[in-house]
């Protein structure tokens, strides 16, 4: 009896040291450009505990419980709804990598596409977390592969059957999938307060980088660093907005009457 309250208090402990906690979370679909955001956040001095050429968190076992939690739970659509033992491993793997980053008391965070499916325990973690959320129009989206458009893959072999595209062809599977986790993303950021999100499109970045990492310095109430103006400068390719345009139109038009409300709801079509 004593080792379970013991366990239990622990369990609080934990919970009530993360949720004084803000993390800044870069949310969005792999390849929707959340490298160059991870980058570009990382010139701004947020640390993200990253080495890696993706902008991706270092700390792997903690990746691995994001995916493991992603897969165990794509039914899950609230904060009040997701999985009390996954709640628990969550914070168990973001405690060690907060730690293991240096416990920064500046801003932190971490980039990682597949927590784009785990809204929920992060909001269960982290009430006052800052979200910038990347979009990417989901044509061009249709035409890369990803780990969750990918049925060899176990999270993307859920993912897909969940959505019932299992057996369709990879242009279609990739787009279904885009849609799902944007959609997913827009249900859950209905239980936060709007001025915790703030939504770049990946097209303006591109077009506008100074406007785009202004917006984010605005946002999270930082200057704009020169090291994230040389940056963005450099590294921005207006030449990956539409490449869709490049692909059959016949995959095209297929793929816009699969995913077409998402698509009007981000002004892409």
């Keep these: ?13 934990q919970a009530d040291f993360l949720s004084e906690l803000k993390p800044v979370m870069l ?15 990382m010139h701004l001095g947020i640390q993200l505990g990253t080495s890696a050429a993706t902008g991706d ?9 994001i995916k493991k939690i992603a897969a165990r739970n794509l039914a899950s659509g609230a904060p009040d709804r997701v999985r009390e033992k996954d709640l628990i491993r969550f914070q168990n793997a973001v405690l060690k990598y907060y730690k293991k980053i240096g416990s920064p008391q500046t801003l932190w965070g971490w980039k990682f596409p597949e927590t784009y499916l785990i809204g929920d325990c992060i909001a269960q973690t982290f009430p006052n977390a800052h979200y910038i959320h990347l979009v990417r129009d989901g ?25 019932n595209a299992m057996n369709l062809p990879h242009h279609l599977q990739a787009a279904m999938s885009w849609a799902y ?30 406007a785009a990492m202004q917006a984010v310095c605005k946002f999270l109430n930082i200057p704009l660093t020169e090291q994230c103006e040389s940056y963005i400068t450099k590294q921005l390719d207006t030449g990956k907005i539409a490449q869709y345009k490049n692909e059959d139109p016949a995959k095209i038009r297929k793929i816009e009457g699969a995913i077409k409300s998402t698509l009007a709801r981000y002004h892409y079509q």
């Design 181 to 210: 986790q944007v959609d997913r993303f827009d249900t859950f950021r209905t239980t936060l307060n709007a001025d915790q999100i703030l939504d770049i499109k990946f097209e303006d970045i591109c077009r506008e980088p100074m």
């Design 139 to 163: 044509r061009d989206l249709a035409f890369k592969r990803h780990l969750t458009d990918d049925p060899k893959r176990k999270l993307g072999r859920r993912l897909l059957t969940h959505i």
């Design 1 to 13: 009896m004593f080792s379970w309250w013991s366990s239990r208090r622990k369990i609080k402990q």
């Design 57 to 65: 968190a270092d700390d792997r076992t903690f990746t691995r419980t």
């Design 27 to 41: 949310m969005g679909r792999g390849h929707s450009g959340t490298r160059v955001l991870s980058f570009a956040c």
